[in-house]
């Protein structure tokens, strides 16, 4: 299995940024997906998760109602649409994925796969 992460970039407060996460090698729908994100001096942190097969969705109570997760089965794809941006978002954000669970994982120790991580910078 093999992520790739990006999208990031420089956003003013309230603006917004779409996340792709590109995945290959999900030859199975026992698979959830999920973004993290990292500060600096902080633990990563769940963000939202999304499960392969039947789309159950998850989301952290930070970010609930300001993003959304969803996926493309077709291209494999996963993505993380970010609306109302705020200066504590600020992160660097890494897609996972994990198999074996029900549901989505919150934690990111059972996440055996991992993006290279993209860099969110949210002004004021």
């Known amino acids: 299995v093999q992520l790739q992460a990006s999208g990031g970039g420089l956003v003013q407060a309230g603006g917004s940024l779409r996340l792709p996460c590109a995945a290959s090698g999900l030859t199975s729908s026992n698979y959830a997906v999920a973004w993290f994100r990292q500060a600096p001096g902080k633990e990563r942190e769940f963000v939202a998760g999304i499960t392969w097969s039947g789309g159950s969705t998850y989301y952290a109570y930070s970010v609930k109602g300001r993003f959304t997760i969803s996926r493309d089965n077709a291209k494999n794809t996963v993505y993380l649409q970010m609306n109302s941006l705020k200066p504590e978002d600020t992160a660097v954000y890494y897609c996972?994925?994990?198999?074996?669970?029900?549901?989505?994982?919150?934690?990111?120790?059972?996440?055996?796969?991992w993006g290279q991580g993209t860099q969110v910078t949210v002004s004021r």
């Open positions: 996972g994925a994990t198999r074996g669970y029900i549901g989505v994982v919150v934690t990111s120790a059972p996440y055996a796969y």
